[in-house]
DNA sequence: ATGGCCGAGCGCCTCGGA
């Protein structure tokens, strides 16, 4: 089975970009990111005429996530449960055995900020419902826009994104701690090879074609599962069209 | 050209993104 996580930045705009997408990459399971659109708003129709089943969580403008499954998707549960929050970051399904929960997490804006507090009780609450699910389901795959480069090498110039957003001690050790549950970072355990470890560039500064980017979307896979990884992607082709999201697809094959 | 983004909305500026 291989899943994909991808941060799509409006679902109505990328429709076209998805659809050619998922045609061309042999994935099973992918989970999307800011949609952006209500979930009366969401392409049904169109993605099955392609083939594929969708659930989702969303809102107007902001946020938003679903998961896209060839296969049947059961046992559905959106938000994190119990966790107050009215921005739809999360949305879990189970699809071929597998549970496979989609995280947007939040940005944080800048270290101290009100919005970095609430990513931080945002994160608190994401790593007890991962404890919990993995509890529960042997095969679990946290795949999303997480938000934090793990490491220095996981920007293009640590002197630059060392100790801010994204960056800073207190969001790589809560990621750490997402690690500790017994989840493997599927692409830094498997680099794809290729040009880039990144799965994300700015819009502004040719930061694509530049190179410099950031390595925040991430596949988690349990022990279980992680055991028969066999290849990560990070699918370069559709930050390369016009009008792209400035995220990439990452996938994990097992 | 060393750079000056992009999506959404009670839109023509502001917010949010990372």
Request: glycine content about 6%; aromatic content about 8%.
């Amino acid at each position: 089975m291989r899943i994909g996580t991808w941060n799509v930045n409006s679902l109505r705009v990328r429709l076209p970009h998805l659809l050619e997408w998922l045609e061309t990459d042999p994935v099973d399971v992918v989970g999307l990111q800011e949609i952006k659109m209500q979930d009366e708003q969401f392409p049904h129709e169109a993605l099955r005429a392609a083939g594929w089943n969708a659930v989702s969580n969303g809102q107007k403008t902001y946020n938003g996530v679903a998961i896209l499954s060839r296969q049947a998707i059961e046992d559905v549960v959106l938000d994190i449960p119990g966790f107050e929050d009215p921005q739809k970051r999360v949305i879990a399904a189970t699809v071929g055995g597998v549970r496979v929960i989609c995280v947007y997490v939040v940005n944080g804006q800048a270290v101290g900020s009100e919005k970095y507090e609430y990513k931080m009780r945002w994160l608190s609450a994401l790593h007890a419902y991962v404890t919990s699910e993995a509890a529960q389901h042997e095969k679990l795959a946290v795949v999303g826009d997480y938000n934090i480069a793990p490491a220095p090498e996981d920007t293009h110039d640590p002197e630059v994104w060392e100790g801010g957003i994204l960056c800073s001690d207190a969001e790589r050790a809560h990621y750490r701690e997402l690690l500790d549950v017994g989840l493997v970072d599927c692409l830094a355990l498997n680099p794809p090879e290729g040009e880039t470890r990144f799965t994300w560039w700015d819009y502004r500064q040719a930061a694509f074609r530049r190179n410099m980017g950031l390595r925040i979307d991430h596949v988690l896979a349990s022990k279980a599962l992680a055991a028969t990884l066999s290849e990560c992607q990070i699918h370069l082709e559709p930050r390369r069209r016009e009008r792209p999201s400035d995220h990439a697809p990452v996938s994990a094959s097992f």
